[in-house]
């Protein structure tokens, strides 16, 4: 059996005005929704990243991959790093962090090959990757502050909020409609005294509830050192209070919260390193970047080796990312946190039948042959239409938070 015809497809996602320690949510969150067609018919489903370079570098490896048994995963890698002899990252220069493309594309191809797999095999993703050690997978409310409306928009449902009251209202209406059990902010966005304030609101409000907060590397040491002492005893963990591994280092020797990274921990070469300066207690670990869901649980394997822990990043995405989520943290034995997810934020999805529903805060793991969704024809042609009209290429922040306040600066860290 072998690989015949590569789809992608560009997907615009409306999303909601939130708020980070860069600027505010565009309109539309990009993504690529990938479909491998073998010889035999049997399709397996992607997504990944929807930047131009991540779609660029997806689209220049697609000629290699004709031909590719499925099951052969290390020649993909092969394939891929031929097809991209240059790599490079996939980010706009106005991210804090960046991913090489050459990760980004095996991880996204590694997924739908997976879901091949168990297609064939008849087995869903989870079995591929030693199987369930749990029946259902717990994820977090993600708290943002958001304006109220997109630039010429009436008001979202949601409404505006940018008090520490107001973030109670909206961890509310998570916890009442989805029942999740765990709350994250994303910081770096007011005042720190005033996130510090929403900090111990949340906590009054939701009294046994692990909270998060995480700022982007958006403070500096002195302000994380102050953020650090004030939330101590009240923080499961503290996520990226600062940018680079000797900053966190540095606020890691002086509080007593274990820290976490999405940001500074985004490869196995980094590993080493924030061992050795013991700069941080838990990786985030995310697919998409990671090199796909097998390499995760590699992942997972070394932080326990190395006696950190794991949680689970997320960005703007739909049901087949949560659907390979939901796979790899139930096949995940020190997964001990809840996984972030942006999930509640996109009301449109391209997975046939009901959008994911999440129970109690929590997600079944499918019992169906691989990652056990498949594609509305009729929802992707209504994304990728509006790709086209949206006329974004890129994720830009800052640029459209000075659409809000022309004196807007990207500084980070900015407090
Ligand atoms: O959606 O604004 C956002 C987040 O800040 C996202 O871009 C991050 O990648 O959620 C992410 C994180 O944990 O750093
Ligand atoms: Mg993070």
Redesign the pocket.
């Known amino acids: 059996m072998r690989i015949e015809n590569i789809q992608l497809t560009p997907v615009a996602i409306p999303d909601k005005p939130?708020l980070?320690c860069k600027g505010v949510?565009q309109p539309y969150a990009l993504r690529t929704i990938i479909e491998l067609v073998c010889d035999d018919g049997t399709v397996g489903l992607g997504e990944s990243y929807g930047s131009i370079k991540a779609l660029t570098g997806l689209r220049e490896a697609a000629a290699n991959l004709v031909g590719l048994d499925p099951f052969h995963l290390h020649d993909l890698k092969k394939r891929v790093w031929n097809a991209l002899p240059n790599g490079g990252g996939i980010n706009a220069k106005t991210a804090v962090a960046d991913h090489k493309l050459t990760d980004v594309v095996a991880s996204a191809y590694e997924v739908a090959c997976l879901d091949i797999q168990g297609k064939i095999l008849g087995r869903p993703v989870v079995d591929l990757l030693g199987g369930p050690v749990r029946a259902s997978v717990p994820f977090s409310a993600?708290l943002?502050y958001k304006f109220a409306a997109h630039i010429g928009e009436e008001p979202d449902d949601w409404g505006e909020v940018m008090t520490p009251a107001a973030m109670v209202g909206e961890a509310r209406r998570f916890v009442d409609q989805y029942g999740f059990k765990s709350l994250k902010l994303?910081g770096g966005v007011l005042e720190p005294d005033v996130e510090i304030e929403t900090m111990l609101h949340l906590r009054a409000a939701f009294p046994s509830h692990p909270l998060r907060i995480?700022p982007?590397g958006g403070w500096t040491v002195a302000t994380a050192i102050h953020v650090a002492r004030k939330l101590e005893g009240v923080l499961e963990y503290l996520?990226?209070p600062v940018l680079g591994m000797e900053a966190m280092a540095e606020v890691a020797r002086s509080c007593n919260i274990p820290l976490a990274t999405?940001?500074v921990v985004l490869e196995f070469d980094h590993l080493a390193e924030a061992v050795r300066r013991d700069a941080v207690k838990i990786v985030?670990s995310d697919h998409h970047y990671w090199g796909g869901l097998r390499a995760s649980t590699h992942l997972a394997k070394l932080c326990e080796a190395f006696g950190m822990q794991v949680s689970m990043?997320?960005?703007?995405h739909l049901g087949i990312t949560l659907a390979a989520m939901t796979h790899l943290a139930a096949a995940t034995p020190n997964l001990n946190f809840a996984c972030?997810t942006?999930y509640p934020w996109t009301d449109t999805d391209i997975i046939e039948g009901d959008p994911f529903r999440f129970a109690d805060g929590n997600l079944e793991v499918s019992g169906k042959p691989g990652l056990g969704v498949s594609i509305d024809r009729r929802k992707l042609r209504k994304l990728a239409d509006l790709y086209d009209s949206a006329g974004m290429i890129d994720r830009n922040?800052t640029l459209y938070m000075q659409q809000f306040d022309p004196t807007y600066e990207r500084r980070v860290p900015r407090w």
Do not use: W
């Open positions: 939130l980070n949510h993600y943002f994303k995480d982007n996520e990226d999405n940001m985030l990043h997320s960005n703007s972030d942006h922040d």
